[in-house]
């Protein structure tokens, strides 16, 4: 983090003890939760507070191991067969105990089809959950799945008696958990705010209250930060810290993700059904000035669709090349399906500099451009339209699993089967199927090395750029942020 090395020097402040009184923590995010439900959408707004929530089967602590939750250890029966041990001691909100049936609900719930979730490609590879004698919980998979304790940090266990009695979307409007924050109420478009629990089984937040608002504009949040109004605020860019900087009450925080920013291209309808049009926008883009000049808090230009922060990152990959020149040529040449106008979708959570950015570079070289600017839960909607004509032609992502292997980056966004994916590639699925499959490291590296290269050769989805994660916060916050960009308010303290 460079960039930033300077800028947050005369911010930094000692930690002092937790005063024995707590305070309620106000955090402002780029829009509200598209979802509370944990088994549906999966987006920062969202996750940011369901993971208070919730428990989820199995974490990662703050230097990225996996670590007990509800699963307080796992044993391999065979090369399908996971074998987890369930926490005793548990209670969800409304008082119920936490049991073994719950978790095997959770996970048969996610897998199941007919759910439509839309984190299925990252679960699909489960076969069934079903309890065992001695609070025990075996997982059995289609075949054998390497990346399993990796994606099951984030699947959340849900009361199935609540679940079961209110239904999907009633569960949504108020959801019941067990972890360290209760859901207090959801203020549509404005806010939603979390009680702490004090009943929890485990570390205990240090707030009374959290309350998650809604705030897309960067300006905004900043000056609520600055006024005292805000204790925390996401999406900050290099401007944005830097206008913290000369305020000692306020702070920036910053890290490497393990997010890819990308853009998406409908393979399904002009102008990008056409390779060599798309070859000629991944000409137009330079991911350097973007990620170095007009970002510059971190972020490293990426030509594949996972960092080194993945298992899968493959390391000779060739960076894109970067000619405008060539990039109008090859528009001029077919300029009729170019100037075919083109919607690039966006939502507040992204830097809209970004976006802007790419949509000049595209059309200064030839291309009809235009930006769609919507709410989340808009965007993720038309994202996953199931008639991929009916997608925008473009979208600019920035897609993490928190499972840090990119099997969870390369299956839902390259995979057929996958709602979030736009390509069809017989031997690309092949490969993705087998890197998630084979208990051989070596194995798996080599099928994403090679999915990585028909990416890039064919120019299916661009990657930009390895994201950095900013934050500010008020001083006497300290959070400690995390490459999988986790919100835990237990791991928060207060300081005084």
Same mark, same amino acid.
Request: charged fraction near 20%.
């Given at each position: ?19 024995a ?17 944990? +088994?549906?959408?999966?987006?920062p707004?969202?996750?940011? &507070?369901y993971r ?5 089967v ?5 230097? *990225? ?10 044993n ?12 005793? *001691?548990?209670?969800? +909100? ?5 049991? #073994? ?5 959770s996970?048969?719930? /996610?897998?199941?089809?007919?759910f439509?979730?839309p984190?299925? *490609? ?18 059995? !998979? =289609? ?8 994606? $099951?940090v ?5 009361p199935? +008696? ?16 067990? *972890? ?9 478009g404005?806010s939603?705010?979390l ?24 300006a !905004? ?10 204790d $925390? ?10 206008? $913290?900087?000369?305020?000692p ?9 393990? %997010? &890819? ?7 399904d =309808? ?7 049009? %798309? ?12 990620a170095?000049?007009?970002l510059?808090?971190g972020? &490293?230009?990426?030509?594949?669709l996972?960092?080194?922060?993945h ?6 990959i ?7 020149e060539?990039?109008?040529? /090859? ?11 083109a ?7 992204f830097?809209q ?9 595209l ?19 038309a ?21 840090q ?9 390259? +995979?057929s ?8 590639? #017989?031997?690309?699925?092949?490969? $993705?199927?087998?890197?998630? !499959?084979?208990l ?23 990657p930009?750029y ?21 919100m ?7 300081s005084e």
């Amino acid at each position: 983090m460079r960039p930033l090395t300077g800028l947050l020097t005369g911010v930094a402040i000692t930690v002092l003890a937790l005063p024995a009184f707590a305070r309620d923590v106000t955090i402002d995010l780029t829009g509200e939760p598209s979802s509370l439900d944990p +088994h549906m959408q999966w987006n920062p707004d969202s996750y940011y &507070v369901y993971r208070n929530i919730f428990d989820n089967v199995v974490t990662r602590d703050n230097d *990225g191991a996996i670590v007990p939750q509800i699963a307080t250890e796992w044993n391999y029966a065979s090369e399908t067969e996971l074998v987890l041990t369930i926490r005793d *001691g548990v209670t969800f +909100h409304d008082g119920e105990p936490l049991t #073994a049936e719950d978790v095997a609900f959770s996970v048969n719930r /996610i897998i199941d089809p007919e759910f439509g979730s839309p984190q299925l *490609g990252q679960f699909n590879q489960i076969e069934m959950a079903e309890v065992m004698e001695g609070n025990k919980v075996k997982l059995t !998979t =289609k075949g054998p799945y390497p990346a399993l304790l990796a994606q $099951l940090v984030k699947l959340s266990v849900v009361p199935q +008696h609540i679940v079961e009695e209110v239904g999907k979307d009633a569960f949504n409007e108020a959801p019941v958990g067990s *972890g360290p924050y209760s859901f207090e109420d959801w203020n549509r478009g404005v806010s939603v705010t979390l009680a702490k629990n004090d009943s929890y089984w485990g570390e205990d937040g240090p707030f009374d209250n959290a309350v998650f608002r809604a705030v897309p504009d960067a300006a !905004t949040r900043i000056a609520n930060l600055q006024a005292g109004t805000a204790d $925390l605020v996401v999406g900050l860019d290099s401007d944005g810290a830097m206008q $913290l900087a000369g305020n000692p009450a306020v702070k920036a925080l910053s890290t490497p993700t393990e %997010r &890819v920013a990308f853009m998406g291209m409908n393979l399904d =309808k002009p102008p990008f059904s056409d390779p060599e049009l %798309r070859r000629a926008a991944s000409l137009a883009i330079d991911s350097v000035a973007i990620a170095e000049g007009l970002l510059g808090a971190g972020e &490293v230009p990426m030509a594949q669709l996972s960092s080194p922060a993945h298992f899968g990152y493959a390391p000779d990959i060739a960076p894109f090349e970067y000619d405008p020149e060539q990039a109008a040529e /090859i528009v001029a040449s077919k300029s009729e399906m170019a100037a075919t106008p083109a919607t690039f979708a966006t939502a507040p959570v992204f830097d809209q500099r970004v976006v802007q950015a790419l949509q000049q570079m595209l059309n200064d070289v030839g291309f009809n451009i235009s930006i769609s600017m919507t709410d989340m839960p808009t965007y993720l909607a038309a994202a996953r339209a199931p008639d991929r004509a009916e997608r925008p032609e473009l979208n600019f992502g920035r897609w993490s699993c928190a499972c840090q292997d990119a099997d969870g980056i390369a299956y839902p966004l390259l +995979h057929s089967g996958s709602s979030w994916s736009r390509v069809s590639n #017989a031997e690309l699925d092949a490969l $993705l199927e087998e890197a998630r !499959t084979s208990l051989d490291e070596n194995v798996r590296l080599a099928a994403y090395e090679k999915v990585h290269q028909i990416v890039r050769d064919d120019y299916l989805v661009r990657p930009i750029y390895q994201a950095a994660v900013l934050y500010g916060a008020r001083a006497e916050l300290e959070f400690e942020p995390t490459a999988n960009e986790s919100m835990f308010l237990n791991r928060m303290s207060w300081s005084e």
